[in-house]
């Protein structure tokens, strides 16, 4: 014989009613909608037949013959107990129908037995409503990536469905991940919400009262911010302490909740709490500390709070709180990356001489704020300026350490004053050192305003675009060059003419590159843009520099940001040859006499006679350091610009010093004057020597 235990599950063609948990046997009411003593029987009963005994077997599926009176069918047609039920919204609790609503009668409350006002939220009858408003209610908290998103999903997801109004208390200011908060612990009221004052008068039931107050003087639910305090300093030890450590959701009218809410809610603040089960108080628990509390209210004409919603309160509190905490990591992660971006870039262009510069950054997507684009623009002896764009391959944090490095690398070797290909096979070299696999991209070019000239080298980076003053724009020819980090190859540089008023447009690929588009046609596309730009402003008047940046990104399309994007437009004005004076001295004693004529004709010639002793005396000092150890030709230059600026340059590579002389020293004072009389002064080191320069105010 055949030992297998079988059990049998008994089946019954009756509909569970409202209020009944499907796994309990044979659909037995868990609540039923009606009051005891009421009738709970089927509809066989109330129709007055004899419904059959709890022996009889009845075929799964199907319906009693009738065969008589005994058998006969009620009035009103049963539904078919196996028609599917609705799907329910995803954002709120479905209104289960039960009986009543099938016979056309409106929902009941369960306690009182009496029809619901229109619009009134439905109570939740059944553990599967709670499931399914905690799953729709979680799947809204989830949505929010902020603070106040996540905040705002918590208050719109309870209210009205599982509450008429909530309080959301958070820590002020809240930890961040594993640190460690000092001093008191303080609760700040963040958000309140509520049924709004038209769902009152739609639903049918008014604001409530608060008790004990004289009503001219109540405001119920809708002025809960201004009834209870904003901040709460939690007392150690205190009531509101221990509720918090619980971790567990109460009821208001519960020993320790009763204790606690004075502390939360201030003087006052308690009557908004109406009487009975009809508040929760909540803590909410982050991963490692409770950051806050909820408080979950409802008005005495809905049924009070039962057991299992201090479940759904727990949930909601959970979900909400770990929301917040992976909020706030985010909010710490793109700040970092906010502050590492303005790091990595200049912070301000600078304003070198006879040159109008502007830029323009955007990162990929606002989840990845940093990448690896960068540019720059650097002052260079003889009052040049490099200007200098470049991409690392990848837009992460990896790729940002490495732009970095790579930005810190030009900057150091353009204040050798090294010719732009020498820079970048520098900059190859150092990307190689970083690892095989560190690849970027590199255009560095260095202006001089006096020759009105460009000097461009290429390292696999898409080429400039020259857009003149008449409004024509060309795309340079310059050789393209093997990316940065290849290795083993040589770099070119080409020397092209810079007429004043013309602007050169320097870029990385994101802006004319993306899944729409190859990188030669957004080229083209970005030079039509400039050449129409232009011919808005006219043939003589160039487009101001910032209206150009804007312009110039409004050609990106919705699926057009696919990679950052780094912009440096420079407009070249240039020095004119009448602004500049230029000589060459021997290095012999009478150099530092002939210097000061020279540069007392020049002032005159530019009626600057005020600034000729300041100058003859400056010149004088460090043309006599310059000639003291040259061996070969000094020279001198002046530019008049908005300032006055001196530059002497000699083939000794040593920087000289500024010093305190004695009082016993004949020498070792010239730079102390320079410094002293001088608006700026300083020394850079050239391939060729080095160049001591120093500017003066014209008035």
Known sequence: MDSTHVTEHPTSYERPKPGADPAEHRGALLRSPNPLGTSALPAQARAGETPPSPGTAVPCGKEPTARGPEHAQPAAAEPDPHRPRPTPPPDGIPVQPGAEQDRGVGPQDRRTGRGLPPGRPTPMRRDGDRLRFVGAATRRIARGIDLDEIVM????????????????????????????????????????????????????????????????????????????????????????????????????????????????????????????????????????????????????????????????????????????????????????????????????????????????????????????????????????????????????????????????????????????????????????RLGTDRMATCLYAVYDPVSHRITIANAGHPPPVLLHLGGRAEVLRVPPGAPIGVGG??????????????????????????????????????????????????????????????????????????????????????????????WFLEPEDAAPGRARKLARRALARWGLEELSDSVELLVSEVVTNAVRYASRPVTLRLLRTDVLRCEVGDDVPQLPRLRQARATDEGGRGLYLVNKMARRWGATRLSTGKVVWFELNRN
Request: with cysteine.
């Open 153 to 432: 999903g918590l208050c719109r997801a309870t209210v009205p469905t599982f509450s008429d109004a909530i309080l959301v208390y958070l820590r002020d200011p809240l930890p961040v991940g594993d640190e460690r908060p000092t001093g008191p612990v303080v609760l700040r009221l963040r958000r309140t919400d509520r049924i709004p004052e038209e769902r009152d008068s739609e639903s049918g039931f008014p604001p409530l009262q608060l008790p004990e107050t004289d009503p001219a003087e109540s405001a119920g639910l809708s002025e809960l911010s201004s009834l209870t305090a904003e901040l709460c300093e939690v007392r150690p030890g205190g009531a509101l302490n221990e509720v918090l450590r619980g971790v567990r959701p109460v009821f208001a009218d519960a020993p320790a909740a009763r204790a606690a809410l004075p502390e939360l809610l201030g003087e006052g603040g308690e009557s908004v709490v109406p009487a009975g089960q009809r508040a929760i108080l909540a803590p909410l628990r982050g991963r490692r500390r409770v950051i806050g509390a909820a408080l979950f209210l409802r008005r005495p004409e809905r049924p009070a709070f039962e057991a299992d919603d201090l479940l759904v309160a727990a949930q909601l509190a959970t979900h909400s709180a770990l929301g917040i905490d992976k909020a706030v990591l985010y909010g710490r992660e793109a700040y970092i990356a906010d502050e590492l971006q303005r790091t990595m870039l200049p912070e301000t262009l600078p304003r070198p001489t006879g040159v109008r510069l502007a830029s323009r950054y955007l990162p990929a997507a606002e989840t990845a704020r940093v990448g690896g684009d960068w540019y720059d623009a650097i002052p260079l002896p003889g009052s040049r300026v490099a200007l200098v764009v470049g991409d690392v391959m990848g837009h992460s944090m990896t790729s940002a350490a490495i732009m970095g490095q790579l930005r810190t690398t030009a900057q150091t070797l353009a204040g050798l004053d090294l010719p732009p290909q020498e820079v970048l096979h520098h900059l190859d070299e150092q990307a190689q």
């Open 489 to 582: 190859v040589d770099f070119e540089a080409v020397e092209l003419d810079a007429p004043a008023g013309a602007t050169l447009l320097l870029y990385t690929d994101g802006l004319v590159e993306s899944r729409l588009r190859d990188v030669w046609t957004g080229i083209e596309q970005l030079r039509e843009k400039l050449a129409a730009t232009a011919r808005l402003t006219g043939p003589d008047h160039p487009p101001p520099l910032e209206a150009l940046c804007d312009e110039v990104l409004d050609m990106l399309g919705p699926g057009d940001r696919d990679d950052d994007i780094a912009l440096l437009a420079a407009r070249f004005d240039g020095i004119a040859p009448s602004d500049v004076a230029y």
